[in-house]
């Protein structure tokens, strides 16, 4: 009877593993929708200005951070405070050598859609993306860009945007 009891366990023991794993998998061959979208304001003169915004996954990335890492391409927001120029978020000339962690990337972690460190987790799903504001780094699930952005910390990081035409 124990050997029966014991048998059943680890098949299910192992069935729970196996749909784990399989989620993670699955979660790991989704492909990111990246789109770096430039406007041009008064093109082909002196006074030309470039607004870069950072699409992912249909949701516009807030300018709130430094560094984006996105399907295998990194993205730096500038901001000059002048009317003319670059502003927003741009294709890096150089991209960022992150660095792998020996921390296993666990469920809590799925279920949470982030964790902040600057190191990739072992098995993260290539739908995570990096992310680099002043005070931080995280890796964040490109399909939940927008529920987490509502949530700490990244609801108080503050715009790096500056208004040029306010009054100080």
Known sequence: ????????????????????????????????????????????????RKEGSLIINNYKLPDIFLYVEADSKGFIFIENGSPFGKSGYFLAEEQKIIPDSKTVFQK???????????????????SYIYVEWKKGSAFIDAEKLSEIMEIKPFSEIESMTYNIYEKK
């Open 1 to 48: 009877m124990r050997k029966y009891i014991l048998n059943i366990f680890t098949v299910v023991v192992f069935a729970l593993l196996i749909s784990c794993s399989t989620a993670f998998e699955k979660k790991s061959t989704i492909k990111i929708d990246v789109q770096n979208e430039i406007i041009y304001f008064k093109k082909d003169t002196k006074s030309e």
């Open 108 to 126: 809590v972690h799925f279920d949470k859609g982030f964790y902040e460190s600057n190191e990739r987790f072992t098995n993260t799903p290539n």
